[in-house]
C-alpha cells in the first residue's frame, strides 16, 4: 500500500510558474498524493490558472494576505488541512523531478528517519539550470540527531523543496516553526524536527529552487540571514548541557562561523551599492564585513578606499578573476 502524501504548495502572484509547479506533481511516478495550495491573496491569474487543471488530488484555498512573516500560519492552516502520512512542502515558483516522490518515500521503511532531503539545482525564469543552492559534502547518508546538528547549527543545508517528512513529527513539535521577525519557516522547523530522529540525504536532485526577482526571498535575504544566526544561537543555548557535550560544535564555534557569513553577507551588499554608485553605503556595509577572514578585510579595506575615490570596484574584481556583482542576485 502506497501511503499518501500531502504537498504543501504557499503560493503568491505565481502565473508565471505555477503551471510547471502543477505539472511537476501530475508528471510524478508516485501517484498517491494530494496537493494543498494556500493562496496568500495573489492578485494576478494565479487562481485561473489552478482551475485549468482538472485533477482531484488539487485542493486550492485562497486567503486573505498574510505576508511572509505570517508564514508558520499559512503552512500550518495547510498542515492541519493535510490527510497525507507524509508531508512534502513545494512553494509555487519551484518544481520536482518526476521520481522524486518515488524514491524519497522508500526510505521511511526505516522507522528511524523522520525527513528525508536531497540537492536542489537553481533554476532562473525560463526553467534554465544556473548551479546548485548548496551541493551538501558535510551530511553522511542517514545522519542522528548530533550529526545533523554539527552541520545545522552552522548554516542551514536542507532546501526546503527537497524535503519529505512524516506528517507525525511535524504535529509534535507543534507544525512548523517560524521565529520572530523572521522571513521564513524552513531553519527553526529542521532543528527541531532533528530532535525526534535521523535525517537522510540523497546526493540526487530533488528539486528545482527558482531565482527570480519578484521572490519573497530574494528581497528577504538579510533578514532571514540574521533571524537564522539569532536562533541557532538561542537553540544551542536551550540545548541540555549533557546534548551539548555531544556535539563537536560550541558556542564560540557557532559564533564564529555566523560572524563570518555576516560579514561575507555585508561584503556583497557592499559591492552592490559600489556598482550603483552609493558611495556612502558602500562603505558602511565594507565596514561591516572587515570582521571577516583575512581575504574578505583586504577586499572591503579596498572597497572602502573605492568608495571614497569613486573609482568601479567591479572592473578590480574582473581582473582578479572573481564572479562580477551582478552574478549574485
Known amino acids: 500500500m502506497n501511503p499518501l502524501i500531502s504537498i504543501i504548495t504557499p503560493t503568491y ?3 508565471k510558474y505555477i503551471s510547471k509547479c502543477i505539472e511537476s506533481l501530475i508528471n510524478q511516478t508516485y501517484e498517491n498524493w494530494e496537493q494543498l495550495i494556500i493562496d496568500d491573496g495573489s492578485t494576478d ?16 484555498v485562497k486567503q486573505d494576505n498574510l505576508g511572509i512573516y505570517n508564514l508558520q500560519k499559512t503552512y500550518n492552516k495547510a498542515l492541519s488541512m493535510s490527510s497525507g502520512e507524509y508531508i512534502a512542502v ?6 520536482w523531478p518526476n521520481y522524486k516522490l518515488e524514491e524519497q518515500i522508500k526510505i521511511f521503511k526505516n522507522q528511524r528517519i523522520v525527513l528525508g532531503w536531497g540537492n536542489a539545482q537553481i533554476v532562473n525564469g525560463e526553467n534554465e539550470v544556473e548551479g546548485f543552492v548548496h551541493k551538501s559534502k558535510s551530511f553522511p547518508q542517514i545522519s542522528s540527531t548530533h550529526d545533523t546538528l554539527d552541520t545545522l547549527l552552522l548554516r542551514n543545508q536542507i532546501p526546503a523543496c527537497t524535503v519529505l517528512c512524516r506528517k507525525n513529527a511535524l504535529s509534535k513539535i507543534g507544525g ?4 520572530p521577525n523572521s522571513p521564513c519557516v524552513d531553519y527553526a522547523t529542521w532543528l527541531n524536527l532533528s530532535k525526534l530522529g535521523s535525517y537522510y540525504y540523497s546526493d540526487s536532485v530533488m528539486g528545482y529552487w527558482r531565482r527570480h526577482k519578484g521572490q519573497a526571498s530574494s528581497k528577504s535575504a538579510f533578514e532571514m540571514l540574521k533571524s537564522n544566526i539569532d536562533y541557532s544561537l538561542d537553540f544551542f543555548n536551550n540545548m541540555p548541557n549533557e546534548e551539548k557535550k555531544l556535539l563537536t560544535v560550541n558556542y564560540q564555534k557557532i559564533t564564529e562561523f555566523k560572524n563570518q557569513m555576516l560579514a561575507d553577507f555585508n561584503f556583497i551588499l557592499g559591492r552592490k551599492c559600489l556598482y550603483k554608485k552609493d558611495w556612502r553605503k558602500s562603505r558602511d556595509y565594507f565596514k561591516k564585513s572587515l570582521n571577516g577572514s583575512n581575504i574578505v578585510k583586504f577586499y572591503s579595506s579596498v572597497g572602502i578606499l573605492c568608495g571614497f575615490l569613486r573609482i568601479d570596484f567591479e572592473k578590480l574584481v574582473l581582473i582578479l578573476n572573481k564572479k562580477h556583482i551582478n552574478d549574485f542576485k
Do not use: C, M, W
Not at 491569474?45 to 486550492?60: E, G, L, P
Not at 513545494?90 to 518544481?95: R, S
Not at 512548523?176 to 521565529?179: E, K, N, R
Open 176 to 179: 512548523f516553526q517560524q521565529p
Open 90 to 95: 513545494l512553494e509555487g515558483d519551484d518544481y
Open 13 to 15: 502572484n505565481h502565473e
Open 45 to 60: 491569474n494565479t487562481a485561473a490558472i489552478v482551475s485549468d487543471f482538472n485533477d482531484k488530488r488539487i485542493i486550492y
